[in-house]
């Protein structure tokens, strides 16, 4: 069947199923564990969903790459066949929606307060209304964490990472900076990622704690250094044409629960990263190791010029916005 055709054949069995009073089921589909930031707020909105809905709306959340990994999750939200992702905003990238690497760039946002200032202002609405001609909806921000590096050697300087093989999503910025300190860049899915470090397949990756624990890559990762060099986080999106097709009631309530499921999610984000590292510690099979400022200040320097590599790909303006936003500086670096 053609892609046009299945659009149609989707959008007419979801008006007579509401018509005769059938419940809408929502497939929400993500790569990360349950115990997540990510996971546990997408169950939040399914139970939140049913709640207000009365029941007319099911949410199902299918977690750690169930239902599809990173790449194939974004084409089976186009072609309908999964309702609701939450995406990393590294992976708008590839969908040709560059402006969403901005938030890639290393040491860009000091903290989450400076992160808001992007997501829940201008910047942010503009870049979900870039999603529109895809046939997507951005609904709602949901905050992660920031990223630290990890590998089997101790990392203190960034020639540590030199000549080593990173993990990192898809994305030309992340690239560039695994290049900035002299490693050698991997993309590769998520789900993929437990057994490439196992293996040897890749030495090292960049992760929130939460994922780098609840991935159990302690297990595999002798040395953890809280760098907090990039953030992580996510858009919720769904497939457009299904969000239009809803009754406007039933759209409405499902914004209510996703406007409290932010709520939530944005609350628990940092308490699941601590809780993820204590977890690390405890299991005592990684050693963490917080930088200095200098130590961490020397990675600040050695990943500037990311900044000005990448700048024209992904749009002076948006950098410029967020730059002024948050006071960085890579030129004063
Ligand atoms: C990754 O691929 O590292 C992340 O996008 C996973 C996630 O969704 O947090």
Sequence with gaps: MNFKLKIVLASALLAVGLAAGAQTVIKFSHVVAADTPKGKASEFFAKKAAELTKGKVKVEVYANSALYKDKEEMEALQIGSVQMLAPSLAKFGPLGVKEFEAFDFPFIFDDTADLHKITQGAVGASLMAKLEPRGIKGLAFWDNGFKSFSANTPIKTPADLKGKKYRIQSSKVLEEQIRSVGGIPQVMAFSEVYQALQTGVVDGTENPISNFYTQKMHEVQKHL???????????????????????????????????????????????????????????????????????????KKAMASVHTKMADRVGKEILQTIYKETGFDPEKL
Aim: aromatic fraction near 10%; glycine fraction near 8%; charged fraction near 25%.
């Design 225 to 299: 250094t809280l760098t907090n060099h990039g953030y992580l986080g996510y858009a919720v999106i769904v497939n457009k044409k299904f969000w239009d097709g809803l009754p406007a009631d039933v759209r409405g309530q499902l914004e209510q629960a996703m406007k409290e499921a932010t709520t939530y999610a944005n609350k628990i984000a940092q308490e699941e990263n601590d809780s993820s590292l204590e977890g690390v510690k405890k299991s005592g099979k990684t050693a963490v190791y917080v930088p200095t400022k200098e130590e961490r200040m020397a990675f």
